[in-house]
T-cell receptor, first 113, second 116 residues
């Protein structure tokens, strides 16, 4: 079956660095996404990895290891506004070349002053 | 350039009723996916439409049906509503495979459905 695991909750301090891990077991892997979702709002795109390695974009970086079925999202210089749910999602392709996203349950990050 | 739009933003229905939610994709996108997100949960894939056909379907009963129109907009219909159908319903649009950027999947603001 298709499965994605990430921690339910994390807490960090303003200005610090936090790493949110995601492990997955899927078939037809075609990329891994990280989305940020504030309460009551739609998810917004943060990062996309399809090859192994680190993708850096400002304060946010995302890492992927396909052989280990593992990714992490790294948030630096945390700000209060980073308090949100962070969703890991894996895109899979089926035999008909159709894509869909398999979502984790999200990690609720609380940034404290 | 308008992004993904959804209507209505909020809806209250009674158990047993039927509901129709609407989505207009981002300009240039022709694939629409629908998700159900319960409070405190990640989005659950309902189905995906491309070229006016349902291409993929998640683990949802036949009470959930959809449609895509020639202009790529889409509707999600839910019949015989249950209390457990109360959730945020998200629509996401993306370009068809082989076009655009592979990570392009933009979400609409969602429709908050409450079933009483």
């Amino acid at each position: 079956g298709q499965n994605i695991d990430q921690p339910t909750e994390m807490t960090a301090t303003e200005g610090a660095i936090v790493q949110i891990n995601c492990t997955y077991q899927t078939s037809g892997f075609n990329g891994l996404f990280w989305y940020q979702q504030h309460a009551g709002e739609a998810p917004t795109f943060l990062s996309y990895n399809v090859l192994d390695g680190l993708e850096e974009k400002g304060r946010f970086s995302s890492f992927l290891s396909r052989s280990k079925g593992y990714s992490y999202l790294l948030l630096k210089e945390l700000q209060m506004k980073d308090s949100a749910s962070y969703l890991c999602a894996v895109r899979v392709l089926n035999a008909g070349n159709n894509r869909k996203l398999i979502w984790g349950l999200g990690t609720s990050l609380a940034v404290n002053p | 350039d308008a992004g993904v739009t959804q209507s209505p933003t909020h809806l209250i229905k009674t158990r047993g009723q039927q509901v129709t939610l609407r989505c207009s994709p981002k300009s240039g996108h022709d694939t629409v996916s629908w998700y159900q997100q319960a409070l405190g949960q990640g989005p659950q894939f309902i189905f995906q439409y491309y070229e006016e056909e349902e291409r993929q379907r998640g683990n949802f009963p036949d009470r959930f049906s959809g449609h895509q129109f020639p202009n790529y907009s889409s509707e999600l219909n839910v019949n015989a509503l249950l209390l457990g159908d109360s959730a945020l319903y998200l629509c996401a649009s993306s370009p068809s495979i082989g076009t655009g950027k592979p990570y392009e999947q933009y979400f609409g603001p969602g429709t908050r459905l409450t079933v009483t």
